[in-house]
């Protein structure tokens, strides 16, 4: 019975052990993906930006 408890045990610990290390590499990736969308807002905006600039230099 000992002996089935501490196989339990060590199962719940690597079952944590596990989604502690899925929550570790979660976060990071919905980070890369916000910082690749604000990135891909930024580029946009530069875009607009030097049309608008354009625009004035001709008037």
């Not at 946009?44 to 230099?57: F, G, L, N, P, T």
């Amino acid at each position: 019975m000992k002996i089935k408890n501490e196989e339990s045990k060590m199962t719940k610990k690597e079952r944590k052990g596990a989604s502690d290390l899925f929550d570790g590499l979660r976060y990071p990736f919905f980070f890369l993906v916000q910082l690749f969308f604000f990135l891909l807002l930024l580029h946009e905006m530069q875009e607009i930006w030097a049309k608008k600039r354009i625009d004035i230099s001709q008037l």
